[in-house]
């Protein structure tokens, strides 16, 4: 009796302590995120007044889709729709504070499904067999606390959600084909709705849906146990085939093809073949890098060979592995493969727990050296979670100089400790110490495998490795000082603007630094400039542009940058001729032909306008927001001659 309660106290208090970590920190930078306002909006849009257009709430996002006259979300549905209940239960009990209905949707959404699926990976670790409970448990919050699976837990993106439902499709499977038991047809059709509705959740989540319904295919002893399977998986599928008719027009029509602010009209849908250089970036660079970031997923490298060799689980092996080359060969090839404004690789994260089920037996072969890169691995992601996931996209080493760099200034996102009057790094303390209970607790019920004491040379290997790691990742995240200086201005705009708090003085400061390190130095330049605008001194923002002219004269990107200010200061013949001498720079930018494009425009000049905007086209064919605005001006032609 006492083991069976301590077999069902683990998953417990596995479940509360990561669920405390998600639930602690919610983060509301307002119109900063376009992602979240996207997906919330189609929440609205529903839950108030039965639509799928996003119209009352667009313009708080630019992540949209403009068709025949109405604005869309361009994001996957799934999210949304499953946060519509959660929205109404929420506003009747009487929740008004957009913040707050924020959190609660965020944590009922994705923080709880997330910490479920920390849940889920423990069980799914028991098909191993020879694993001891802490061994388990390691690997388990390894993946939940140290990995991107943490701090994307706690914002209202597809991307953890849509891990969660995978996972869980896959345990189900992994545990019916373990089962002398006949195939349970309810379970098998959860099964194929949970893979299903992780691609409704978030498009990339397509490949663990394609490889689920292989595996099933493969294990399933009864024929029929397939077409419960994809009759489940089918449900979520039909609906988003509904929504995008409903939306678009067709069936299989897109929303990112017509998304307004990005382009996704190269390869499909803005997926091409992998680049080198990207699957670097989403690996080991400072920039995006999983291992960068998460040191613990190194030990996956050798953990696939270990995980291949038990014969008992080469099938599962298999579709972890490549679950896990899928989306690397997505993300590599992938037109905002970073992800945009991001601290790691976000679009990696429905594949995140089948590369952590790869971390099982290194837990069990190296338990000290597991332990010493799964701390540094938590630690940073506290931190990431502590500050905000959604950095700055310009910032070369958003986990230095974002997370780090705002964490050591005690500037936090807001977290539950801070309902208890604690500020900067005190907020944090309630979450350490109820942690700490929780995380004892666990090891208490939580029995290693008998005869392995303290090994002296194992201790001794486990802080060298960690001392290794910890060197490489400071080196390798080192900077020119200029580029230092840069990521802390951005740093800094971004928390500033997105909390519309001005401190203009503190951010400037950062970027005239980085000018006087390296005065040819571009980017600097550009953000004061930019500051100047928002502050109301276009001549101010003019100069900076005019010392830029004289360093780059033959920019594209300065002269359009020029061009604007001096049509905000009503000299139209000057912006006409910037702009026309930057498309005669680069003729084959078709983004300078669009902006030529919207001047005229704008000034009444239809006809020039629909000219530049066609030609604009011929280069980027298919381009939905281009189309978008020659339809409005075509429709404006007749009345215009």
């Not at 078709?590 to 001047?599: I, N, R």
């Amino acid at each position: 009796m006492n083991s069976t309660r301590k077999k069902f106290r683990r998953p417990l208090l596995l479940f509360l302590l990561v669920f405390l970590c998600y639930s602690y920190f919610f983060h509301f930078i307002g119109r900063e995120s376009w992602n979240v306002s996207s997906r919330l909006n189609l929440t609205y849009a529903l839950a108030e007044y039965g639509t799928f257009r996003i119209g009352p709430y667009h313009s708080n996002t630019g992540d949209k889709v403009f068709f025949r006259g109405h604005y869309y979300s361009d994001k996957a549905p799934g999210l949304s729709l499953l946060a519509v209940p959660g929205y109404l239960f929420f506003k009747r009990a009487g929740v008004e504070s957009e913040r707050y209905m924020r959190y609660w949707l965020t944590l009922l959404t994705v923080g709880l499904p997330s910490a479920l699926a920390a849940v889920v990976f423990y069980g799914l670790t028991g098909i191993f067999g020879d694993l001891s409970p802490r061994t388990r448990l390691a690997a388990a919050l390894a993946y939940s606390l140290g990995t991107l699976a943490f701090p994307f837990s706690t914002v209202f993106y597809g991307h953890q959600a849509a891990a969660a439902f995978g996972l869980g499709a896959f345990f189900i499977l992994a545990r019916i084909r373990r089962s002398p038991r006949p195939e349970p047809f309810p379970l098998l059709l959860f099964s194929g709705f949970l893979a299903g509705y992780a691609f409704l959740t978030d498009f990339p989540a397509g490949i663990i849906l394609v490889l689920t319904a292989i595996y099933a295919a493969s294990i399933l002893r009864r024929r029929v146990g397939i077409f419960f399977w994809l009759l489940g998986a089918a449900l979520p599928i039909g609906f988003l085939l509904f929504y995008n008719n409903a939306c678009f027009g067709s069936p299989f029509t897109s929303s990112y093809s017509l998304h307004q602010t990005y382009s996704h009209s190269a390869g499909f849908l803005g997926i091409t073949l992998p680049r080198l250089d990207v699957l670097w970036g989403i690996t080991f660079s400072p920039y995006r890098g999983l291992f960068f970031q998460s040191p613990v997923l190194l030990f996956a490298l050798p953990g696939f060979y270990l995980f291949f060799r038990h014969p008992g689980t080469r099938t599962e092996c298999l579709v972890c592995l490549l679950a896990v080359l899928g989306f690397f060969f997505f993300n590599a090839g992938y037109q905002y493969w970073d992800g945009v404004g991001s601290t790691g690789a976000r679009f990696m994260i429905p594949a995140l727990p089948f590369l952590a089920l790869a971390l099982v037996r290194p837990a069990r072969r190296w338990p000290l050296r597991f332990a010493g890169l799964a701390l540094i691995s938590v630690v940073f992601m506290l931190v990431v979670a502590a500050t905000d996931p959604r950095a700055e996209w310009r910032v070369k080493n958003p986990l230095f100089f974002f997370n780090f760099f705002l964490f050591l200034q005690g500037r936090l996102a807001d977290n539950l400790g801070g309902l208890f009057g604690l500020k900067g790094w005190t907020s944090l303390l309630p979450l350490i110490g109820a942690g700490a209970a929780v995380a004892m607790a666990l090891r208490m019920v939580s029995p290693s495998l008998r005869g392995r004491g303290t090994d002296r040379g194992e201790i001794f290997r486990a802080v060298a490795l960690g001392g290794m790691v910890v060197l490489w990742v400071v080196l390798a995240g080192w900077q020119e000082p200029y580029l230092r200086e840069m990521d802390k201005g951005e740093s800094l705009f971004r928390y500033y603007r997105g909390r519309g708090e001005e401190n203009w003085a503190e951010v400037e400061e950062h970027y005239q630094r980085a000018i006087e390190s390296e005065p040819r130095f571009m980017d600097p330049y550009l953000r004061l400039a930019e500051i100047a605008r928002l502050r109301g001194w276009p001549r101010v923002a003019l100069a900076y542009y005019r010392e830029l002219a004289v360093l780059y004269p033959e920019s594209p990107l300065i002269l359009l940058e020029m061009a604007l200010v001096h049509d905000l200061l009503g000299d139209r013949d000057a912006a006409e001729k910037l702009l026309l001498r930057a498309v005669e720079i680069d003729p084959g930018d078709a983004s300078l032909l669009e902006q030529l494009g919207a001047f005229y425009y704008y000034h009444g000049r239809i006809g020039e306008a629909i000219e530049r905007w066609e030609a604009a086209l011929r280069l980027r064919p298919g381009e939905g927001r281009i189309l978008r605005q020659l339809e409005e001006a075509r429709r404006e032609l007749p009345a215009e001659d």
